[in-house]
């Protein structure tokens, strides 16, 4: 069955396809996204084409930390009030954001692109594991906060980096586990509950 | 809140703000589909940047029928082997290529654009009806269908076009209502079953 109806191979088609391999979008929502594009040409259309060459043309990985910028080295990377001393390993840009979004860290940041798989045939070679330990020759960097997921591929990264960056004498975190903010007891997984139980705090008065 | 963490107004947000206003997409899958497309800069990215401004450049409504292509009269308008005296009245571009899949239609289509709506303050100057009116002057077309959804406002519409076409003395036919192909009674709604009940046909041997 084809993807949309007039012409095949068409430009409208084209775009219906390309759409469709979006995350979260299958064939339908593809028409439909590309229905509401053409309904409005010039109020997203034309700008969304044109900020997606920009970012294709301008947008890079920085080639200090992974982060994403249209500057090399990034602007968290040039940002001289951040502290050097401390570096956050995240898998991917979008975890650098989510730590961003925080507010809570003020280093700098080690993307390391993805987590070991053995399944889906990742090695350590595949991630920017060298470049992380190559970081620490300097002596500068005085922690590492290793913020990567809590899943067992996540944690597996995590002890493997663990493991090679030991020989600095360098101080290793890694995020608490706990209840999340707002988060209700009773649909919270048993794991979560437990690890948030062994680390019980004394309670503010 | 900012959408995304680093450089606000950048390229790279300003992408994911735009992708945040397509519909289905919120802020958090349109960082998802950002960072989905900058890891296939080659496979996906620039293909679809070059897909949305051939589009974008390209395809125009049919001056004739409202259909989204190309060229102008559209494919379909100017496929001699389609019947041109059965016209497909439907509310958008959407609608057309639902039919088309359905396969079951080889006449031509006129798109209203969209329906009659007091609330969203649509009235009949702002669909494409007067066309509508105007392609039946010739006496080519003897018969109209009325595929509009079978919602309230687009069964307002279709007895809104059908009154106005009622002069010409054309057949107006509208889209049987009935069980879907596949459907299971118990999950039908009331008014869709008894339709279906009204309609009723002798049953094949």
């Avoid at 040039?78 to 898998?91: H, M």
């Avoid at 650098?96 to 700098?108: K, P, Q």
């Avoid at 620490?136 to 922690?143: M, P, R, T, Y």
């Avoid at 090679?164 to 509950?193: C, K, N, Q, S, W």
Wanted: charged share 20%; glycine share 12%; with cysteine.
């Amino acid at each position: 069955m084809a993807v949309a109806g007039p012409e095949p191979g068409g430009a409208l088609d084209r775009l219906i396809q390309l759409l469709s391999r979006l995350p979260g979008l299958g064939p339908r929502s593809a028409r439909r996204v590309a229905l509401h594009l053409l309904a409005r040409r010039e109020a997203l259309m034309a700008p969304l084409a044109a900020a997606m060459a920009e970012t294709l043309d301008k947008v890079r990985p920085c080639s200090v930390c992974g982060n994403l910028d249209t500057a090399d080295p990034c602007a968290i990377c040039r940002d001289g009030t951040r502290d050097p001393a401390i570096l956050c390993v995240v898998e991917d840009v979008g975890d650098l954001w989510a730590v961003e979004r925080s507010g809570a860290f003020r280093g700098r940041y080690h993307v390391l692109g993805g987590h070991l798989s053995a399944i889906a045939g990742v090695g350590p070679d595949d991630l920017h594991i060298g470049q992380l330990v190559a970081r620490l020759g300097d002596g500068a960097v005085s922690e590492i906060v290793l913020a990567l997921n809590a899943t067992v591929e996540g944690q597996t990264t995590a002890h493997y980096v663990a493991g090679l960056i030991a020989p600095f004498g360098i101080a290793i975190t890694r995020l608490a586990h706990g209840v999340p903010v707002g988060g209700e007891l009773d649909y919270l997984d048993d794991g979560t509950l437990a690890a948030a139980l062994r680390a019980r705090r004394p309670a503010e008065a």
